[in-house]
T-cell receptor
Framework: GNSVTQMEGPVTLSEEAFLTINCTYT??????LFWYVQYPGEGLQLLLK?????DKGSNKGFEATYRKETTSFHLEKGSVQVSDSAVYFC??????????????FGKGITLSVRP | DAMVIQNPRYQVTQFGKPVTLSCSQT?????MYWYQQKSSQAPKLLFH???????NEADTPDNFQSRRPNTSFCFLDIRSPGLGDTAMYLC?????????????FGPGTRLTVL
């Protein structure tokens, strides 16, 4: 079946530090890959996505590249801010799609950024 | 500007007392989803509507039902809530069910069963 594995957390960084959150997946075919962010007490917000191999998604200084050869979609940011403190979920949507297709999430990782 | 709206944001109910959560969308999307998210866990899909076609997940308890009276609205009914149903309930929408279609989430309803 399809699965997403995220690195264990939580992660605590100082402001302006470099961030990497690892994500690897297992799926047949060519899934689409997503990063969602969830701020405390809120719903999920799409951070970025990539729909084919070698695509790079980017938003708000975050980037992730779809690596088919390593089945990975690691999230990076060059300089984190306190406001980036949240839970980050990696997810995939498999192909082919239909009634039984669903977004498969990783367990999520909590990022805390201290001033 | 809100695209997916959930009401109420917080709901407290008593064990066994039916409760209904509401979701509306201004995106005119075909697909509406309901997820359950327990503390420190990933969201778990309960069911979804593709237009008027209801699609239940195999492991969703019968206690959970849903209605979609029109394109814009979808409701989650919990017929006899148990303590284990305390969770955040997230509604999401997508234009279609293709693998490139993004799901847009609402802010969630935090349900507490006492």
């Amino acid at each position: 079946g399809n699965s997403v594995t995220q690195m264990e957390g939580p992660v605590t960084l100082s402001e302006e530090a470099f961030l990497t959150i690892n994500c690897t997946y297992t799926a047949t075919g060519y899934p689409s890959l997503f990063w969602y962010v969830q701020y405390p007490g809120e719903g999920l917000q799409l951070l970025l996505k990539a729909t084919k191999a070698d695509d790079k998604g980017s938003n708000k200084g975050f980037e992730a590249t779809y690596r088919k050869e390593t089945t990975s979609f690691h999230l990076e940011k060059g300089s984190v801010q306190v406001s980036d403190s949240a839970v980050y979920f990696c997810a995939l949507m498999p192909t082919p799609t239909g009634a039984n297709s669903k977004l498969t999430f990783g367990k999520g990782i909590t990022l805390s950024v201290r001033p | 500007d809100a695209m997916v709206i959930q009401n109420p944001r917080y709901q407290v109910t008593q064990f066994g007392k039916p409760v209904t959560l509401s979701c509306s969308q201004t995106l005119n999307h075909n697909v509406m989803y309901w997820y359950q998210q327990k503390s420190s866990q990933a969201p778990k899909l309960l069911f979804h509507y593709y237009d008027k076609d209801f699609n239940n997940e195999a492991d969703t308890p019968d206690n959970f039902q849903s209605r979609r009276p029109n394109t814009s609205f979808c409701f989650l009914d919990i017929r006899s809530p148990g303590l284990g149903d305390t969770a955040m309930y997230l509604c999401a929408t997508s234009r279609d069910r293709g693998h490139t279609d993004t799901q847009y989430f609402g802010p969630g309803t935090r349900l507490t069963v006492l």
